[in-house]
């Protein structure tokens, strides 16, 4: 049974940063690529936004465009962990942020579509203040 843990979301003011955690058992997590979406209040019911994904290597990264240069998303395989490193915070990036784990085996190009993501996790929220 595959299971994605989030942890790290929390209160945070404007400018401040986070770090998201989630933690992947039940698969070989080095074999899959991996994502980062949100859904903002009043949004739900509606496709999750994109907001970056890794590679199953590590090797490549994608991200929404409001999320370049400010978050970083990164992996350590040793730990079947994948990061989301949030800098610069705004109130817009108010959301529930969710992990999800690749449908295909080392996928060769980094998918944005949530279709193509199997595995989620139960979400974690993040509130920017002013």
């Known amino acids: 049974q595959v299971q994605l843990v989030e942890s790290g979301g929390g209160l945070v003011q404007a400018g401040g940063s986070l770090r998201l955690s989630c933690v992947v058992s039940?698969?070989?997590?080095?074999?899959?690529?991996m994502a980062w979406f949100r859904q903002a209040p009043g949004n739900e019911g509606k496709e999750r936004e994109f907001?970056?994904?890794?590679?199953?290597?590590?090797?490549?990264?994608r991200y929404e465009d409001s999320a370049k240069g400010r978050f970083t998303i990164s992996r350590d395989n040793a730990k079947n962990t994948v990061y989301l490193q949030m800098n610069s915070l705004k109130i817009g990036d108010t959301a529930v942020y969710y992990c999800a784990g690749d449908s295909s085996l080392r996928r060769v190009v980094i998918t944005v579509s949530q279709d193509n993501y199997r595995y989620w996790g139960q979400g974690t929220q993040v509130t920017v203040s002013s």
């Open positions: 907001v970056a994904a890794i590679s199953w290597s590590g090797g490549v990264t």
């Open positions: 039940g698969r070989t997590f080095s074999n899959y690529g």
